[in-house]
């Protein structure tokens, strides 16, 4: 069974910093291109960022771009997302998924307020 666990998310101000991550088991990891999406109130689902399975390779929507970094370390099996310069624009529940399924996890909640 295919198992994501996101966390890391909270309340910081804007300007300010998080680190999400996304600890998997049930599958080849390593094996997987992985993405996070994020959906904020109201709104529909949004991708954020895409990383290849080896790493070598990421993508990121225009609203994060040189904000956000996606990486991963399959020896632990887990995905990351560094979040920096955070704007209010970005508060959303963040989830971590396999770019070829749209099962995620529970997500873990990320609030930009002052």
């Known amino acids: 069974e295919v198992q994501l666990v996101e966390s890391g998310g909270g309340w910081v101000q804007p300007g300010g910093s998080l680190r999400l991550s996304c600890a998997t088991s049930?599958?080849?990891?390593?094996?997987?291109?992985m993405m996070w999406v994020r959906q904020a109130p109201g709104k529909g689902l949004e991708w954020v960022s895409i990383i290849n399975s080896d790493g070598g390779g990421r993508t990121y929507a225009d609203s994060v771009k040189g904000r956000f970094t996606i990486s991963r370390d399959n020896a632990k099996n887990t995905l990351y997302l560094q979040l920096n310069n955070l704007k209010p624009e970005d508060t959303a529940m963040y989830y971590c998924k396999q770019t070829s399924s749209s099962s995620r996890g529970q997500g873990t909640q990320v609030t930009v307020s002052s």
């Open positions: 049930g599958f080849t990891f390593s094996s997987y291109n």
